[in-house]
């Protein structure tokens, strides 16, 4: 099957914008599952970028990285997203999830707190 792509709502364009990073998507089908009904997954990508130059200290960086997934996240969760996957993750990002959660930034979607594999 073909991708085709998708509309993005006004509300995640926005965040997008004022967050200076761009949202793409795509949608595919799968076959039909013989013992399940059709269901929908939305699955979010966070693909990083480094937001200040190299030269800042590396603590600003990172507050920085974290600013950016912050809104990333947010975005996400305007276009129910059900996923969202980092490609790679810190110490501090279950604090950001639940500051977005207890803020109302999820769009009713379920935010579940991370936890880092090792």
């Given at each position: 099957m073909r991708c085709r792509t998708l509309?993005?709502?006004t509300e995640a364009a926005e965040i997008?914008?004022?967050g200076g990073f761009d949202i793409q998507t795509e949608k595919f089908g799968a076959a039909p599952e013989e013992l399940r009904?059709?269901?929908i997954t939305r699955v979010a990508l966070f693909q990083n970028q480094i937001p200040l130059p190299t030269h800042a200290p590396v603590k600003e960086q990172r507050?920085?990285?974290h600013a950016l997934a912050e809104k990333a996240i947010t975005a996400a969760?305007?276009?129910?997203?059900?996923i969202?996957?980092?490609q790679e993750t810190w110490s501090e990002l279950?604090?950001?999830i639940s500051k977005l959660y207890k803020a109302g930034s999820h769009n009713g979607v379920e935010l579940t707190r991370f936890r880092r594999l090792s």
């Open positions: 509309e993005i709502s997008a914008a004022k009904s059709p269901r507050g920085a990285l969760a305007a276009l129910k997203t059900n969202f996957c980092f279950s604090n950001i």
